[in-house]
């Protein structure tokens, strides 16, 4: 399993981005996908995560409402939309996979995700 993150860049507050992340070596409905962040000196921090089919999604409570989760297994692809971005969304966002979805907290156990992607830098800044 091999994912590959992308979309990162700088880009002020207020603005939106829209992160991708691409799946090879599996099948993508095998599959729930998370994305995480982390900034330097701190945790990985779960954003949301997304479940199988793609009919189930969980977010935290810092990006609830501006960020949304969505796949496309035709193209082995979870998009995150990210909008309204404020400077404390600034780190290096990364996928992973795993192969049971957990809806909750639960969703961003580090340890249940088996495969992750190299992370994407998000920089939200004036």
């Known amino acids: 399993v091999q994912l590959q993150a992308s979309g990162g860049g700088l880009v002020q507050p207020g603005a939106s981005l829209r992160l991708s992340c691409a799946g090879s070596g599996f099948t993508s409905d095998y599959y729930a996908i998370g994305w995480f962040r982390q900034v330097p000196g701190q945790e990985r921090e779960g954003v949301s995560c997304?479940?199988?089919?793609?009919?189930?999604?969980y977010y935290a409570d810092s990006v609830k409402g501006r960020f949304t989760i969505s796949r496309d297994n035709a193209k082995n692809t979870v998009y995150l939309q990210m909008n309204s971005l404020k400077p404390e969304d600034t780190a290096v966002y990364y996928c992973?996979?795993?192969?049971?979805?957990?809806?909750?907290?639960?969703?961003?156990?580090?340890?249940?995700?088996?495969?992750w992607g190299q992370g994407t830098l998000v920089t939200v800044s004036s």
């Open positions: 992973a996979a795993r192969p049971s979805f957990a809806y909750g907290p639960s969703c961003f156990r580090v340890v249940s995700y088996a495969s």
């Open positions: 997304i479940n199988r089919s793609g009919g189930i999604s």
